[in-house]
Structure formats: structure tokens, C-alpha cells
């Protein structure tokens, strides 16, 4: 990629050889200086997956004597335990299913939604927006005992629907927001086209509005699966049956009352993660999509 | 095609006008429309909720026994009497001064990410790990990196210097509390920034290299300007993080201590609700971090609306 | 992109159906039931304990052998995160819908919710003169007993075998005055390098663990009473004493490097196994205890002693030195149940003696019945630490302080260590604290 622009460079045709060649030189050398400090914060943020996984192959006495060293002799015992003790099978499919259906219902929410704050103007638009974003601020810790008594009596106790419902209610502040400055920054004048080709406003969006926020909705929808999937009192408070349960409390409860076996819950940890490393794997791709389409057409 | 509306009495103006707007400019009837799922949805369990939340900061509710109105006296004492909510806040207040830095950092990555620095797909995957984790593991995984014998000293050790003991004095645990939570967070806005910059056209780059504009003026009159509404979505939504989600990392890295060095107001909340049972207590700190966020949500509406204008 | 919609839609409708799958047969009970058999009921229990795998095995077979006798009956076991487990209640009780039966810690946190648990005086007939350290159980305004303990919590001192002998002192030969104690952390500083004590401040509970046995050696019975109804003062002489005591260890450079930042649990344990340090203040049940420390580093190598004492009459006869000891957790029933009776039936399962001896195996928790024969267990910690509880006992100093003065004091100890502050100004704002507001 770096070639490509290089070669479209505006100061290609009128340098000589030479010079280019050294400014060439130049600019490669100081991208690769570049890519020391990045290395190192790179190395940072991967570290701790490696100093987890490698808790988590430690026998517990192992653990104690030497917590930093490389484990020499590495155990399943802990995964087998974790498997078994927080109930994960069950609980990584009710995970599945509360995190999808949360992450598929605020993507379509959160499009439109931001669409409509970020592209149209209406009356009451900035109350809307303000509504919504204000609404980031709540903690649930605070409301926790008149939001448990709503879940009540809307019947949505220990049901998969309430927790869906819940999820999305909690991002749709952070999503919205998110989706309207993403689309505020695109140019009006596509609407005004689609408007003109005899397109509705529903047709437009589905046509022309959604693919083009595909970046925006990629990382909505990362972020989003993220919140659900980590999120402890949600699910602690609305799923109040041992098999309804998700996987991030489930390892909430292994942790004992006094003292904690650390490889254990290591094991654990890395089994409950797995799916959502993966997620963000396949996603990532798609929200620096557009950005590879405008280079190469650049 | 300006039909009149018979049936409908004078008096129903606003249906009237709202009738005629469907037929004049149905896009506007389909925005509401398109808000409403949100807006139906943020009403009922986030802001119902909350008016009782807000609610209870006027009473002396401990949780168990019924609340019973006691006017300002929570307020009063947070603000007069409380010497804890007072270092919190000027915890807080130090948090903030780092706000630049948690707003340029991933925007700088970004950038150079989205510039195609060599080996840019794996510094966007690398750089988005930390992200996967919950706060409460990042915490506590770094509750032992950071030990007197932990290995960030471990690695200062090899260039021969004596680390402290980073959460563990009055001196360096907000400092280290911060980093570790810029470093849960940084990731984030990587992703959110390259999202804001796939709609810049490349040609912009391009134009300024061609004025000779450096690597900084780029940044700073080309990508920011051009991408601003996303940069104001990541402060605001950073703010809030700032105010309100710090919890965890509070609570597993230092307990707010040594003393209280690295108390937050949040944490505060957590310690009058889940241990000394004053829930009316712990719902008027939460209700002044709502208002000073209400405060900046306000500041940036105004923004956008100056923006809004200004495109026009 | 039509056919891109029409797939996600596919999608979404497979996704709905799914949803509406999962969500429908949450309403547990069954419809049909045979004419002959009892009504099912499910009875519903919310604990804190029961997520972690020492604790799991009594449980489960409690549960089990409850079943076995009541076929008709289902319980819905919900452990819930230790941080989170009171607020959860609270939202339960706030509601007025919640679990049948709960695990509650024997002090101020079942105190404050006494009204709502169902008294089990009339239940329980004779077994209740079995139930040891059933004073914290108890609804103080009616004196009805409104929980079932199931273990008994408490502070000892625990140090190494193998740095006792690293250092050249007698490994069976505890200290027994503050003296001697003095005196062994020299020797093993100077001998060994190793560290007297390993502390974890973090939460502060470190020197609280520390002090409850310094509290003991040091208060008269009155005292300690005193101390309880919140009448005497933080610079009372007595707690300054304890507090020089305090002050003269972090002079003499006890703890562990780092230590402000580590927890007790588990760091401060874990720091102990690894033999580095000579001595950890510990517990006595369920986790935390003995049994922790043997799995880590042999039975042979961790020795137990009740404290020191400054008393020498007390040094005389150690069974004089108060132990330091109370009610930990126990099993209520809320009065919202619909099954009281039945609730009741599984709390005397989970308190007998049968279950209880499983939790004592699993986790080495010393259990709250007085009709389990010590001589029966063959772990020696367990036996010593049976007879010291038939022996006086006071409340470890760190249950009978308020829960608000206990946060303040938590942040006020690592800066007394530290040195950021001085014993005069932490005494003095502490009686601030604890007499004025």
C-alpha cells in the first residue's frame, strides 16, 4: 500500500531520479523508525494475553513459586475446572445468544437512529441527540433497584428477551452517538441525489446510507458485542437461574470469597474471551474496508 | 397539492401541521420515525429508572427500610463535610487534565495506521487486544504486572532502575491507575478514529503533503477538521468513561488507597451502596457526575449546532 | 445488495425464532403432574460461596441428599459474585421477590436485614443447642435466631516451619509474648533476610488481621465490651498501646517490600508460601486458613499459634490468651418465601452434621456445630483449633468496628505505614470519625 502511494505521488513527475530515490529513502526510513514505538505498545497490549494464558497452564503451587516464568510443565486441569465449575458450555451459548441478539438489534436501531440525527434536520433534533447522549451517563450501579423493579414488571425476569432488551437500552446512547457523527461527515448532497433519482427515504437508506456507514456499523457492533459480552450486573440482575446465566458471571463466581485460584480463573478468562478475540478478528476487516477502497481509488 | 384537512377542528393545530409536513417533506416525518425505537427504548430503561435514581438523592434510603425525604442534607454534607468526596473530586479533576492525551493518542495511531505504516494490520489488531478484555481482568492482570516485583520493574530492572511500587504510594497510584486505564481504552478510539477516517478523501492527504505541510500541521489542520464530528464523539464519550467507568479499576488495582490517593467519586458510590447502605447518599454523587456531564453534553450540542450553521 | 438484504433478513427471522425459543419455557413448572405426588415446588437459594470450588462439594451434596428425601422439591442453586451479593439482595428486597433461602455473613449485614428473615427458634426444637456461634444469628430486638451458622471464623497467627529453622530457632516453638516475638523477627532478619511478616494493605484488611490478635493480648474482657458498644476512644491507652505495637513493627521493618499495594488474600498468603516471609496473620475456616497454606507449601512446613500476649501471667498459661473467634456464615430464609417450611427443612440439611462434615473436608472450614467430635477429626490444625474455640473468646477486633469507621481506618493504616501520617493524628481524626458524626 505504501508503494502505491508512493508512485501516485504528485512529486514523482517533476524530481529527478536521485532525489527521489533519496527522499524515497528517506520517507521509508523514517515509517520504519516509526515502527519501534508501535512495536513496543504493541508488544504491551498483547503481553498480558500471553501472561494469562500462561497462568492458566500453571499448576496452583507452580503459580505461587514462580508467577512470571515461563511454565515448563503446562497443565489442562485448570481449562477442565473452569469448564466444569463455571458451567461454561451452557453459559458460552447463553452469552451467544444474548450478545447477538442485543449487537443485531442496535446495529439496526443505531443506523437509523444516527442517520436520522446525523443527515436529516428536523425540529427537536438537538433535544433528541442531547436525550440520548445524556443517557451514557447513568450508572446502572445507582439505578439498579428501580431498573430491577421495571424487569419485574414487565414480566422480563429470566428472560432472554428482557436481557437483549437491556443490553441494547445500555448501548444505544454510545452507538447512536456514534453512527451520527460518522454520517454527519458525509457530504448531504448524496440525499439530495437519491432524492432526485425518485428514491424514498427508506430506499435511499437501505440502498445508499447503509453500506456507506459500513465502517461506522463494523466498529458499532465490535464495541457493542465487547459491552454485552463483558457486562456482569446485567445478566446477574435480569437472568436469576443457574443456567441462564453468561459466562462473565459465571466467572464472577469463581472467584472465592477470600482467596482466589488464580490459574483457575485464568483458564477460565481465556475460555470466556475466545469468542469475542474472534469476533473482533473477522470484524476488523470491514471498518477500514472503506479506507482500502479510497486509497486504491486515490 | 395543498389539500385542507375539513374534519379536524381549527384547534388542532399542531396535527395539522404535522399533516402538512408529511406531505411537504416526508423525510423529516421518517427521522422521527428512524429515533424512535431509540428514544422508546432509552426512556424506558435508562431514563425511567433514573428519575427515581435521582429521586432517592433527597432521601436518607439505606437500601432496606423505606426512604424518607430528607431535602438537601445529602447534598450539604457531600459538599461541605465530606473530606473523601472532596479528594475525590480533585482525583477526578487530575484525571481530566489527561484528557489530551487519551483523545490524541489513538488519533495519532489511527492515523498512522490508516497511512499504511509498515506492518499497519497488525498494529490494528495489536493495538485492540487490551480492548477485549474486560476492565476488571485488564485490572487485575495488571494488579501483578505492576508488584514492587512485578514485570514492569522487572524490566526497568534490565536498564538498571529501582521501580517503586507503582499502586502502592500516595505519590505514583493515580498516576499508574491512569495509564492503566488509557491503556484498556486506547484501543477503542484506534478503531473509532479509523471508522471517522475511511470517509476522508485521500486526496486531502495528498494535497497537504503537496503544500509540504509536516506531519503534525497534517494532523492538525487536515485529519482533525475533517473528521471532526468523530473526534467530538470520542472526547464526549471519553468524558463520560473519565466521570463514570473507572470503577473497576479503582476497585481492583489500588482500593482507592493508599489513603485515599486514588479515590474517585465512583468508587465512593460503590462504598455507600455495597457496604455502609446509604443508597440516598450514594444517588446524590451520582446525580452532581450527571449534571456536570448534562453540563458538557450541553457545551457540545451547541458545538454541533455552530457547525450545522456554518455548513449552510 | 437485494440479495445481501435478503440474506441478513434471513438471518434476523432465523435469529428472532431463536430468541423467541430460548425466552418461552422459562416459567419452570411443569403443567402436567401426576395426581398422586405433592405439589413441586422450587425452592430457590442465593449464595456467595458456592461458585468457588472448595465450597461447591458441600453443596451440591447437600443439596443432593435433600432431594433424595424430597423427590417433589427442585433447588435452584444460584451463586452469586461475592462483590455484587449484597447489592443483589438489596434489589431483591427492594422488589419483594427474591430467593427462598440465603447465605448470610453473621454480623452487622444480617443485623441489618433480621425483619425480614423468618425466625427458626420453633423449627429447629432441640437441634439449636447443637448450633455453636449462634449469637451473631440472632434478631438482636427479638432474640429469635434467624440463621443456621455453618462455620466459625476467626484470627491465628500462622509462620513458617521451615524460616523457624532456616533461622536456627526451635520450629515447634512459637513465640508466645510480644517479646518473643520481637526477638525471633531479629534473629530471622539478620539470619535469613526473609521478611518477620507478610501483609497485604491494599484493602487495608492486612494490619486489621494483624491487630485483632494485638487487640486480644492486649484488652481486658470490659475492655473489649467497651470497645464493642463503641465507648471507648481510639486514643484510649490500651489501643495506643496496640497501635506502638504496630508502629514499633513497621520500625523494626517487618513487612514484605511492596506490601501496600498487595492484598491479604492472596498475595500476602501466597508471598508466605513461597517462604519468603516467617509469619502471616491468617483465618481459621474455610479458606484462607491452614488448609491454603498447606496446599502450597505442606502441612509439615505451616505452624499455627492463637498470638502473643504482654500479659505474663497470660504467658504463663496461654489457655488464659482470648481467642480470637465468632459466628461466620450461615443460612437464613426469607419470610417471602411461599415454602417456609420446606425452606426451613433444606436450611437443617445444609446445617447438619452430615453436610457440614463435606465442608469440612473440602475447604477445612471449622463448622458451627458442637455435636461434631473433635476427636474424629484427624487433622491436627482442625483439633487444635477446636479446643482453642472451647477456650475464652472475644470478637476479632475487625467484626466489632463500625462499617463505616472500618473503611476510613482501612485508608487511614497504609498511610500510618507509610509514614504519611502519624499515630496522634489518625487517633484523633478516627474519634472524629467515629464519635462525632
Not at chain 1, 528517506?26 to 513496543?40: A, F, S, T
Not at chain 2, 492503566?180 to 497537504?208: K, S
Request: charged share 15%.
Amino acid at each position: 500500500m505504501s508503494t502505491q502511494v508512493d508512485s501516485l505521488s504528485p512529486l514523482a513527475p517533476n524530481s529527478r531520479p536521485v532525489d527521489l530515490r533519496w527522499a524515497r529513502f528517506k520517507r521509508r526510513l523514517g515509517r520504519w523508525l516509526l515502527v519501534i514505538p508501535l512495536g513496543i505498545l504493541a508488544f504491551t497490549t498483547i503481553y498480558p494475553l500471553f501472561f494469562t494464558a500462561n497462568v492458566a497452564f500453571k499448576t496452583r503451587p507452580d503459580w505461587i513459586m514462580t508467577r512470571f516464568a515461563f511454565t515448563v510443565q503446562p497443565t489442562l486441569d485448570n481449562f477442565a475446572k473452569a469448564w466444569e465449575y463455571a458451567n461454561m458450555a451452557r453459559y458460552l451459548f447463553n452469552s451467544l445468544i444474548s450478545t447477538a441478539g442485543a449487537v443485531i438489534l442496535l446495529s439496526i436501531i443505531c443506523s437509523m437512529a444516527g442517520f436520522a440525527l446525523g443527515m436529516i434536520r428536523f425540529r427537536g433534533q438537538r433535544l433528541v441527540f442531547m436525550f440520548i447522549t445524556i443517557a451514557m451517563m447513568i450508572p446502572l450501579q445507582v439505578i439498579m433497584v428501580p431498573f430491577y423493579r421495571l424487569i419485574v414488571d414487565l414480566d422480563l425476569l429470566n428472560s432472554q428477551i428482557g436481557l437483549i432488551l437491556s443490553f441494547a437500552a445500555f448501548n444505544i446512547p454510545f452507538g447512536t452517538y456514534l453512527m451520527a457523527s460518522y454520517y454527519s461527515t458525509i457530504p448531504r448532497e448524496l440525499l439530495e441525489a437519491a432524492k432526485i433519482d425518485g428514491a424514498s427515504i427508506w430506499q435511499t437508506f437501505i440502498r445508499v446510507i447503509l453500506p456507506i456507514g459500513q465502517p461506522a456499523l463494523a466498529t458499532q457492533a465490535i464495541l457493542a458485542t465487547l459491552s454485552c459480552w463483558n457486562n456482569l450486573l446485567l445478566p446477574l440482575l435480569i437472568m436469576q437461574k443457574r443456567d441462564l446465566r453468561t459466562v462473565m458471571v459465571g466467572i464472577a463466581t469463581l472467584r472465592g470469597e477470600y482467596a482466589t485460584d488464580m490459574p483457575l480463573l485464568a483458564a477460565a478468562i481465556l475460555l470466556g474471551t475466545l469468542p469475542v478475540i474472534i469476533v473482533f478478528l473477522v470484524f476488523q476487516t470491514k471498518i477500514t474496508q472503506g479506507m482500502t477502497a479510497g486509497s486504491v481509488k486515490g | 397539492m395543498q389539500t385542507q384537512f375539513p374534519g379536524l377542528p381549527a384547534a388542532r393545530k399542531p396535527l395539522r401541521t404535522w399533516l402538512r409536513m408529511q406531505q411537504r417533506e416526508p423525510e423529516k416525518l421518517w427521522a422521527y420515525l428512524f429515533v424512535a425505537p431509540a428514544v422508546l427504548l432509552v426512556l424506558l430503561f435508562r431514563f425511567y429508572p433514573m428519575l427515581t435514581g435521582i429521586g432517592y438523592s433527597f432521601t436518607n434510603w439505606d437500601g432496606i427500610n423505606p426512604p424518607q425525604f430528607i431535602g438537601l442534607a445529602n447534598f450539604q454534607e457531600l459538599f461541605f463535610k465530606d473530606l473523601l468526596f472532596r479528594t475525590s473530586l480533585i482525583n477526578l479533576f487530575k484525571i481530566l487534565l489527561t484528557l489530551p492525551l487519551w483523545i490524541f493518542l489513538p488519533l495519532v495511531l489511527a492515523l498512522l495506521i490508516h497511512q499504511g505504516v509498515p506492518g499497519w494490520r497488525f498494529f490494528r489488531a495489536a493495538f485492540f487486544f487490551p480492548t477485549v478484555l474486560s476492565a476488571a481482568i485488564i485490572a487485575a492482570i495488571f494488579t501483578m504486572v505492576l508488584r514492587i516485583d512485578g514485570a514492569v520493574n522487572l524490566f526497568l530492572g534490565l536498564v538498571g532502575i529501582e521501580g517503586p511500587d507503582w499502586l502502592g504510594t500516595t505519590q505514583t497510584s493515580l498516576p499508574a491507575l491512569i495509564a492503566v486505564a488509557l491503556w484498556g481504552q486506547f484501543g477503542v478510539g484506534v478503531v473509532v478514529y479509523l471508522a471517522g477516517l475511511a470517509t476522508v478523501e485521500q486526496d486531502l492527504f495528498d494535497a497537504a503533503k503537496v503544500d509540504g505541510a509536516n506531519w503534525g500541521q497534517t494532523l492538525w489542520y487536515v485529519t482533525v477538521p475533517s473528521i471532526q464530528p468523530t473526534v467530538e464523539f470520542y472526547t464526549v464519550t471519553t468524558i463520560r468513561n473519565l466521570l463514570a467507568g473507572l470503577f473497576a479499576f479503582v476497585f481492583v488495582l489500588t482500593a482507592g488507597g493508599p489513603g485515599a490517593s486514588s479515590t474517585l467519586p465512583e468508587y465512593i458510590i460503590w462504598l455507600n451502596m455495597g457496604s455502609e447502605n446509604r443508597l440516598g447518599y450514594a444517588s446524590a454523587i451520582s446525580t452532581i457526575l450527571f449534571v456536570v456531564f448534562l453540563l458538557i453534553v450541553l457545551v457540545q450540542v451547541r458545538l454541533m449546532g455552530l457547525r450545522q450553521g456554518g455548513d449552510k | 445488495m437485494s440479495a445481501k438484504l435478503m440474506k441478513f433478513a434471513a438471518v434476523l427471522t432465523v435469529l428472532s425464532m431463536i430468541l423467541a425459543g430460548c425466552a418461552a419455557p422459562t416459567p419452570a413448572a411443569p403443567t402436567v403432574v401426576p395426581t398422586a405426588a405433592p405439589k413441586p415446588i422450587t425452592l430457590t437459594v442465593w449464595d456467595f460461596k458456592s461458585g468457588d470450588p472448595l465450597f461447591a462439594p458441600y453443596t451440591k451434596d447437600a443439596i443432593k441428599r435433600f432431594q433424595e428425601k424430597n423427590p417433589h422439591v427442585k433447588v435452584e442453586l444460584v451463586p452469586q459474585p461475592m462483590a455484587e451479593y449484597y447489592n443483589i439482595l438489596g434489589t431483591a428486597i427492594s422488589a419483594n421477590k427474591g430467593p427462598d433461602v440465603v447465605l448470610l455473613h453473621g454480623d452487622p449485614r444480617l443485623v441489618e436485614r433480621q425483619d425480614l428473615l423468618l425466625p427458626l427458634n420453633k423449627y429447629l426444637g432441640k437441634d439449636i443447642d447443637q448450633l455453636a456461634g449462634q449469637e451473631q444469628f440472632k434478631n438482636v430486638k427479638t432474640g429469635e435466631l434467624v440463621g443456621t451458622p455453618i462455620t466459625i471464623q476467626g484470627s491465628v497467627w500462622y509462620y513458617s516451619k521451615k524460616v523457624y529453622t532456616e533461622a536456627g530457632l526451635d520450629p515447634n516453638k512459637p513465640p508466645k509474648t510480644w517479646d518473643e516475638l520481637v526477638a525471633n523477627c531479629d534473629v530471622i532478619k539478620t539470619k535469613t533476610q526473609k521478611d518477620c511478616f507478610s501483609i497485604g494493605m491494599k484493602d487495608g484488611n492486612g494490619l486489621h488481621f494483624f491487630m485483632n490478635i494485638l487487640v486480644n493480648a492486649t484488652f481486658t474482657a470490659q475492655e473489649q465490651a467497651d470497645w464493642k458498644a463503641r465507648k471507648m476512644p481510639w486514643d484510649h491507652p490500651k489501643m495506643l498501646k496496640v497501635l506502638q505495637m504496630v508502629a514499633d513493627a513497621n520500625k523494626r521493618g517487618w513487612w514484605q517490600k511492596g506490601y501496600a499495594s498487595a492484598t491479604l488474600f492472596n498475595d500476602s498468603y501466597d508471598y508466605f508460601i513461597s517462604g519468603k516471609s516467617a509469619h502471616v496473620a491468617g483465618l481459621i475456616s474455610d479458606s484462607g486458613n491452614w488448609k491454603y497454606l498447606s496446599d502450597g507449601m505442606g502441612a509439615d512446613n505451616v505452624g499455627m499459634f492463637k498470638g502473643v500476649t504482654v500479659d505474663p501471667q497470660i504467658a504463663a498459661d496461654p489457655s488464659k490468651l482470648p481467642t480470637s473467634a465468632t459466628g461466620g456464615i450461615g443460612w437464613s430464609v426469607m419470610k417471602w418465601s411461599p415454602e417456609p417450611d420446606m425452606a426451613v427443612k433444606l436450611v437443617q440439611q445444609l446445617a447438619s452434621p452430615e453436610s457440614l462434615a463435606v465442608l469440612a473436608n473440602s475447604a477445612g472450614a471449622i463448622v458451627a456445630r458442637k455435636d461434631v467430635d473433635p476427636a474424629s477429626l484427624t487433622n491436627p490444625f482442625m483439633k487444635q483449633i477446636v479446643t482453642w474455640l472451647k477456650e475464652p473468646a472475644f470478637d476479632p477486633w475487625n467484626s466489632v468496628i463500625g462499617t463505616a469507621a472500618r473503611n476510613e481506618w482501612h485508608r487511614q493504616a497504609p498511610l500510618l505505614l507509610l509514614g504519611d501520617t502519624t499515630v496522634e493524628k489518625v487517633t484523633a481524626y478516627m474519634n472524629t470519625f467515629e464519635f462525632k458524626k
